[in-house]
């Protein structure tokens, strides 16, 4: 995959505000095979940057209870991810919380313990099933997450087990919880049959932050930083301010494309700048 700055591997000239950004320096684990790329301090491995919608994509292991016939449970695997202090936040449009199997409550806290977010999911008869899919009553259940979430500790309930009932119709001997790719579930669908240990991948956001160096949390103040700190670095580029949380993040402007966080980076195309041009001249011919 591409790496483009102000992500980097390797020194700090080759990164978005070092020694003061978390998140934009990343890590080649050369120690697995293939190697894998991570965010550096954090751990997390990534598998895709764009530069035009400010996101990455990372993976996430899925955590998982598992439960002995009438001893209760007899397994745990609780699996958080923690961005505090990076240039990430999970992305509140592109990305759910979803949990599988029956009975069971998914739900998750923050760093500091408190509550954000659950759903409950039991499983109804398969011959009164109802239409759609992951409504809670189909062995899924899914959640929308807050925007400015930097943090992600989930937990794992069966409640059910003890009432009987609806509660017990095809019950699961494991439930799953986990953060994913909103797009990538539903395409997923009922094909989703994973068990055991698995990963899924993550949309986050990422902007110049302001506590990763930027020094300012809105463009109107960052563009009176003096350089290197501002980050809008070409000259045909736009600072947007983010629609996550703090900061802001850099677009090349209508007729240009590349890369805005470099000198030169956003370059024009032909066609377009010729057409725009041309356009301009009839216009005042007609005039």
């Known amino acids: ?13 080759c990164y978005h ?34 530069l035009a919608a400010a996101e990455a994509t990372v993976l996430l292991n899925a955590s998982r209870a598992c439960y002995g016939g009438g001893r209760g449970r007899r397994g745990r695997e609780e699996q958080p991810m923690s961005l505090n202090g990076s240039a990430f936040l999970f ?15 998914a739900y998750f806290v923050d760093d500091g313990g408190d509550y954000v977010t659950s759903c409950m999911s039991v499983c109804r008869p398969s011959a009164r099933a109802l239409p759609g899919s992951c409504r809670g ?14 943090s992600y ?19 699961t001997a494991c439930a799953y919880a986990f953060m994913v790719d909103a797009w990538w579930f539903w ?23 302001p506590d990763a160096g930027s020094g300012s949390g809105s463009c109107a103040a960052a563009s009176r930083t003096p350089l290197p700190s501002y980050a809008c670095r070409s000259a045909h580029s736009v600072c ?31 066609n377009l700048i010729f057409g725009y041009s041309s356009v301009l001249n009839i216009n005042r011919f007609l005039l």
């Open 187 to 209: 395409y997923a669908g009922s094909n989703f049959n994973r068990t055991g240990d698995f990963a899924v991948p993550v949309v986050l956001d990422w902007a110049i932050r």
């Open 137 to 150: 009553d189909d062995g899924c259940c899914q959640s929308n997450i807050p925007l400015g979430l930097a």
């Open 1 to 13: 995959m591409t790496v483009p700055y102000p992500f980097g591997i390797g020194s700090e000239r």
């Open 91 to 105: 992305s509140s449009m592109k990305s759910k919380f979803v949990a599988i199997g029956c009975p069971g409550l």
């Open 17 to 50: 505000g070092a020694g003061g950004v978390r998140g934009f320096r990343l890590d080649c684990d050369d120690a697995r095979r293939p190697p894998r790329l991570t965010v550096a301090g954090y751990g997390h491995e990534v598998t895709s940057i764009s």
């Open 153 to 171: 500790r989930p937990r794992l309930r069966s409640f059910g087990r003890r009432q009987g009932g609806a509660f017990l119709a095809n019950a």
């Open 240 to 270: 947007i301010d983010s629609s996550n949380g703090p900061g802001y993040i850099c677009n090349c402007t209508a007729g240009y494309h590349g890369n805005p966080y470099v000198v030169g980076g956003c370059t024009g195309d032909l």
